[in-house]
């Protein structure tokens, strides 16, 4: 016999939590499956581990540009297994008090892996639940490469896991895994070789400070090989041997590690949701505007699974947020993604919101645009980074900021006082007000006068 629920969610992580949490204060009764650990990608596998690593790369990094500049004593190094007990000491408490949470709340859990069986049927560990509601918000997995030997790639989550960090790691791909992981591995003291098929690194973001990026990263020694479309991965005696086209030419590079950087798509294939009535489009879900199925009303999805907004925490959260309304008050609510900003947390960090200058462009809008390499200004020369930049585009008239895009020092943090005048349409007078002085977010008064 069926358990009955008014929700089932698929998935532990953010936006499963924060959709789960809100139907539970509205008195539903919920149940959560998941197959992995409790907690999902962000908290366990994904930003909140990575950027632990990024902290510690950090602060060796700057100990590095500082030498001879009033830092002495003997050079810094990095301890791999001591920071990945560091990082575990993060995620390791996180499944049982997530649990432990989600009990205390009333939440019933299954750790299994969830298969549909019906329009409104979950089959989970061998018990079928049934219920009102169904929401998919179980993440995302690498995306298959379909090339031979892709077997030997690792996983990102693999990578956070290692002990020892070999001495030879080749990245395919050229996103935000290829970037951030590179930056920490080169720190380390690995030989680190990227194969990105592409033309440049980080598509969604900015081509010229890209270019910046790209070279402040080729100087740190990390091997980037644009145009090189991996062919084939194969074991060999000393670890593996990747294959690559390279505008026409064979060749190859030996590795101790291959990690899968090339994408992810929602995680999917596992439900059955030919089962369930749930319609498709290739590797994603057919959703309407309100994040529902359009074959199977019953069924909504959030964060990675949905893949309607960029892939991040805040985005997952979000469409938790929304999602949950719209099951319980009915369709009401559409995502909004407007003035949602992305890190990519390399040394230093790369961060965009708003509009592209191409995509600007093509609107036809009319913008001013600034745009300068700040590595003489006193926020990088403090820290000894000689790569700053930025470029924002304010549209004439209004004053609305249209998009910003920074690389340098605090730039991750500076980004949020953009996204803050994107999302409320403030102008730029709005933020170029009395900052603390000296401090990063001091420097947006110049970014944006004329």
């Known amino acids: ?7 089932i969610v698929i998935g532990t992580g953010t936006a499963a939590s924060v959709a ?23 908290a366990l596998r994904g930003c909140d581990p990575k950027k632990v690593l990024v902290g510690v790369a950090e602060a060796l990094d700057q100990s590095r540009r500082l030498r001879g500049k009033g830092l002495a004593g003997g050079l810094p190094a990095l301890d791999w297994r001591e920071l990945m007990t560091f990082k575990r000491s993060f995620t390791d408490p996180i499944p049982p008090r997530r649990e432990k949470d989600f009990h205390h709340h009333g939440i019933e859990t299954f750790h299994a892996r969830a298969r549909f069986r019906g329009p409104q049927t979950i089959e989970a560990g061998g018990e079928l639940l049934e219920a009102r509601f169904i929401l998919i918000a179980a993440g995302a997995v690498p995306a298959p490469l379909k090339i031979q030997g892709e077997e030997h790639l690792v996983t990102n989550s693999d990578f956070l896991e290692l002990d020892e960090l070999p001495q030879r790691l080749v990245l395919v791909g050229g996103g935000y895994i290829a970037a951030e992981f590179s930056h920490v591995a080169v720190r380390a003291g690995a030989q680190v070789t990227i194969l990105h098929r592409g033309d440049r690194l980080l598509k969604q973001f900015d081509p010229d400070l890209v270019q910046w990026l790209t070279e402040k990263s080729r100087g740190l020694g990390i091997d980037i090989r644009l145009h090189a479309s991996v062919q084939s ?24 590690l291959a990690v899968h950087a090339a994408g992810r798509v929602p995680d999917l294939d596992s439900l059955d949701l030919h089962a369930g009535g749930i319609a498709r489009e290739g590797a994603y879900l057919k959703l309407n505007e309100f994040l529902q199925s359009t074959s199977n009303p019953a069924v909504y999805a959030a964060g990675d699974a949905a893949e309607r907004g960029p892939p991040l925490t805040p985005v997952a959260s979000h469409d938790g947020r929304v999602a949950a309304r719209n099951m319980l008050e009915g369709n009401r609510e559409v995502p909004n993604y407007l003035g949602v900003p992305s890190v990519v947390f390399t040394i230093p960090a790369l961060a965009r919101v708003g509009l592209p200058e191409d995509e600007a462009r093509r609107q036809n809008l009319h913008f001013r645009l600034k745009m300068e390499n700040t590595a003489s200004w006193y926020t990088a020369r403090r820290v000894a980074e000689d790569c700053a930049g930025y470029k924002v585009l304010v549209e004439e008239g209004t004053e609305r900021i249209l998009g910003a895009h920074l690389i340098g020092p605090q730039a991750e943090e500076v980004i949020n006082f953009f996204a803050l005048a994107i999302r409320n349409g403030l102008p730029a007078s709005k933020i170029t007000g009395v900052f603390g002085y000296p401090t990063a977010a001091s420097d947006i008064g110049y970014m944006v006068r004329q």
């Open 20 to 42: 789960a949490f809100a139907c539970r204060r509205a008195g539903w009764q919920v149940a959560m499956v998941d197959h992995l650990p409790f907690g999902g990608t962000c």
């Open 1 to 7: 016999m069926a358990k009955h629920y008014d929700l």
């Open 233 to 256: 991965i194969e074991k060999v005696a000393k670890g593996l041997r990747i294959h690559f086209d390279s505008d026409g030419t064979a060749l190859s590079v030996e590795a101790d």
